[in-house]
């Protein structure tokens, strides 16, 4: 069985690092990391950025958002110069308005002439973090502001809306126990609310029904193991803790019109 590679860039202690992006020309190999936010900005660079299925160019000045558990690479084609930022949630406990808005962060934001202060703001956070006593405040105020930035862009741009808090809480925590539990019973209990009730906030504020978070989480980390792992068909359902295969292929199927042999015949 061959996993996802997964890099830690971050000592456990650690809640926050900023540095340079590698000025190197050097493709990647699909790669996850656990347990940590990634925020990356560049100025300078061209290429292809690939997170999960879909594939960015990269056109600076942009900005790329990856959670934890997110497969990606790189293949650039000119010296990338940038920032790249690491955080865990813990740093941003004092700011539960920040944490809520980092969940509706898009993947890629293309960064106009008009946003060249939020560049500014990750140099003056690598100025901070590389002095003699870095003020830790200070680095948590700066990533607040940042945030807040990002969130308004996005949001002249239609990527971002406000959620409910109710339904960030669901997907969290769909994101924390998807495999292990596949019934929106066990989630609304977490919520102490009625099923219909979670599905009906689903529906009003993704416009898709609660089991539909689910499966499409499901069906995300499916993928990821089909397509970056050379793992049975058998053991990509055991992983995602189906009982027994057939039920995981009749799913896959339900969901994306192919087998899952079908989906990994792809690449």
């Not at 100025?43 to 900005?63: K, M, Q, W």
């Not at 934001?109 to 830790?136: H, T, Y």
Request: proline fraction near 3%.
């Amino acid at each position: 069985m061959k996993n996802i590679s997964s890099k830690n860039k971050i000592e456990n202690e650690q809640l926050f690092k900023i540095s340079r992006m590698k000025e190197v020309i050097k493709p990647t190999k699909p790669h996850k990391h656990a347990g940590y936010h990634e925020l990356i900005i560049l100025h300078e660079g061209a290429g292809i950025h690939t997170i999960d299925e879909t594939d960015y160019e990269v056109n600076p000045p942009s900005l790329f958002y990856l959670k934890g558990g997110q497969v990606h690479c790189w293949e650039f084609t000119q010296i990338p110069k940038g920032y790249v930022m690491i955080f865990k949630e813990a740093f941003l406990d004092e700011f539960n308005d920040a944490a809520q808005l980092l969940s509706l962060f898009p993947s890629y934001l293309r960064l106009g002439k008009n946003d060249k202060n939020i560049l500014q703001d990750f140099a003056l956070m690598m100025s901070e973090f590389e002095s003699a006593n870095p003020n830790q405040q200070v680095l948590k105020s700066y990533l607040n502001v940042i945030i807040y930035k990002v969130n308004e862009l996005a949001k002249t741009l239609s990527i971002s809306k406000v959620e409910d808090k109710t339904v960030v809480a669901f997907k969290a925590l769909v994101d924390q126990w998807y495999k292990e539990e596949k019934e929106i019973t066990f989630y609304a209990g977490h919520l102490n609310i009625t099923k219909r009730k979670l599905s009906t906030l689903c529906s009003k504020e993704l416009g898709r029904p609660a089991s539909s978070i689910i499966a499409e989480r499901l069906v995300m980390e499916s993928k990821r193991l089909l397509r970056y792992t050379n793992n049975t068909i058998s053991e990509v359902a055991y992983e995602l803790e189906y009982s027994d295969s057939s039920h995981f292929v009749k799913f896959f199927k339900s969901k994306t019109n192919l087998t899952p042999t079908e989906y990994r015949m792809k690449f």
